[in-house]
């Protein structure tokens, strides 16, 4: 609660956040409230830290000929 109020303070993009006490009650205090799940991949081109766990699309890009880029 203290580095959210902290946060609070001194972040100007912050400033006007909601800090619910109730919910951050609800938070175990000896352990990470969210578990991460990370599993390296040699045989990808995607990033692995923008891809999700559950995803099992084909990789991106292309090997040969033309490769669109698109923003």
């Known amino acids: ?5 902290r946060l609070k303070l ?3 993009d912050y ?3 909601e800090i619910s006490q109730e919910n951050l009650a609800s938070y175990p205090e000896d352990e990470l409230p969210v ?3 990370y599993t390296q991949s040699m045989e ?3 990033d692995p830290e923008a891809t ?3 995803n099992v699309e084909e990789d991106e890009g292309a090997e040969d000929g033309a490769c669109p880029f698109v923003v």
Not at 1 to 5: F, I, K, M, P
């Open 10 to 12: 001194n972040h100007v």
């Open 52 to 54: 999700a766990v559950n």
């Open 1 to 5: 609660s203290e580095a959210l109020e």
């Open 35 to 37: 578990i991460v799940n």
């Open 15 to 17: 400033a006007d956040l």
């Open 44 to 46: 990808s081109n995607k």
